[in-house]
């Protein structure tokens, strides 16, 4: 199933959800996940296995981790080769000082900001969608 690829119908459709939960970013130098980690994401670097996971799992797992984010999706299913999303978006919460990892999956982006600009970024994205041209 093709994804949409109009800037402004994804901008207007973004529909940003704020998932439950604490994430982090974790590496696993040996690329190994233990038995029993339950990870929502992972990427194969040359220094080791990034995985995120929520905190409670990392903690469990006694993972290393720095940075504690919330998750949003953008809730419109945006093509791989869609134009100027990721652009919007980032430029939208880097103006307002927000912070943005951001992961693309088949049909959704996933935004990864700091735990405590968490309503703030759900806000610019909504005035970001709202005021689409």
């Not at 233990?34 to 469990?60: D, K």
């Not at 006694?62 to 419109?76: E, R, S």
């Not at 000082?97 to 990864?112: E, K, P, R, T």
């Amino acid at each position: 199933m093709a994804g949409e690829t109009s800037l402004t119908t994804l901008l207007r459709s973004m529909s940003p959800q704020l998932n439950a939960g604490e994430y982090v970013f974790c590496t696993l130098r040996d690329g190994q996940l233990p038995s029993g980690v339950e990870i929502v994401g992972s990427f194969r670097e040359q220094e080791g296995l990034t995985v995120i996971l929520e905190r409670s799992q990392a903690e469990h797992a006694g993972f290393a981790f720095d940075y504690v984010a919330a998750w949003i999706t953008l809730n419109v299913h945006s093509a791989l080769e869609a134009v100027g999303l990721t652009a919007a978006f980032a430029s939208a919460l880097g103006k307002a000082g927000i912070s943005c990892n951001v992961i693309a999956g088949y049909y959704h982006d996933h935004l990864f900001v700091g735990q405590a600009d968490a309503e703030r970024a759900m806000h610019v994205l909504r005035d970001l969608a709202a005021n689409a041209e």
